[in-house]
């Protein structure tokens, strides 16, 4: 199972608003309504953002929000704040039960 | 308070075997499935097992199928990791987390760093 397409990095100022893409196939993104999307700090667990494509678990700010069209998964990140810098990961349920995860994105908050 | 608790790493030769536990509170265990992911230094996320919740179907990674072994105690509130025929390339801190939907991983520990050198 090949890890999913992320880009190495983006980068924007606060207030802006930013798109990590997540590329996969028809046996993990592209099958199912089930990718989610983790922030990750240094020296911190990771950190569920998004689930379900779309859903935002308790306690997530309405500034992150997911997508999804064919096999590409998208995360936006609106109002874009210093805290927001860290790294993202998507992860999808594959057609084998498994999952597999993006090699991740570094969010820089310029 | 609701939190998982990783423990059992350390340092190991290659060919070696280790078993990581992970302790869970403050929720109703038997209710979720369970997930392990690693992070090996310098890299990113690598998914390498899961479980239902009662433990009768699990999954795993190609990099540690037929090593690994993953498995529950719903009665101790605690999920496992069995690591056989370690290598270096599974070096690396391992996570639990509590699966909240199919791969929504909605709560995770801080995980336990596994060292595979001779």
């Known amino acids: 199972q090949s890890a999913l397409t992320q880009p190495a990095s983006v980068s924007g100022s606060p207030g802006q608003s930013i798109t990590i893409s997540c590329t996969g196939t028809?046996?993990?993104?592209?099958?199912?309504?089930?990718v989610s999307w983790y922030q990750h700090q240094p020296d911190k667990a990771p950190k569920l953002v998004i689930f379900?494509?779309?859903r935002r678990p308790s306690g997530i700010s309405h500034r992150f929000s997911g997508s999804k069209s064919g096999n590409t998964a998208s995360l936006t990140i609106s109002g874009l704040q210093p805290e927001d810098e860290a790294d993202y990961y998507c992860?999808?349920?594959?057609?084998?039960?498994?999952?597999?995860f993006g090699g991740g994105t570094k969010l820089t908050v310029l | 308070e609701v939190q998982l608790v990783e423990s059992g790493g350390g340092v190991v030769r290659p060919g070696g075997s280790l078993r990581l536990s992970c302790a869970a509170s403050?929720?109703?265990?038997?209710?979720?499935?369970m997930s392990w992911v690693r992070q090996a230094p310098g890299k990113g996320l690598e998914w390498v097992a899961g479980?239902?919740?009662?433990?009768?179907?699990?999954t795993y990674g190609d990099s540690v199928k037929g090593r690994f072994i993953i498995s529950r105690d719903n009665a101790r509130n605690s999920l496992y990791l069995q690591m056989n025929s370690l290598r270096a390339e599974d070096t690396a801190l391992y996570y639990c987390?509590?699966?909240?939907?199919?791969?929504?991983?909605?709560?995770w520990g801080q995980g336990t760093m596994v060292t595979v050198s001779s």
């Open positions: 479980l239902n919740w009662n433990g009768d179907t699990t």
């Open positions: 987390a509590k699966d909240a939907s199919y791969i929504g991983l909605d709560l």
């Open positions: 028809s046996s993990d993104v592209g099958a199912y309504n089930y």
């Open positions: 992860c999808s349920y594959t057609t084998s039960s498994r999952g597999v």
């Open positions: 379900d494509v779309n």
């Open positions: 403050g929720y109703t265990f038997q209710a979720h499935g």
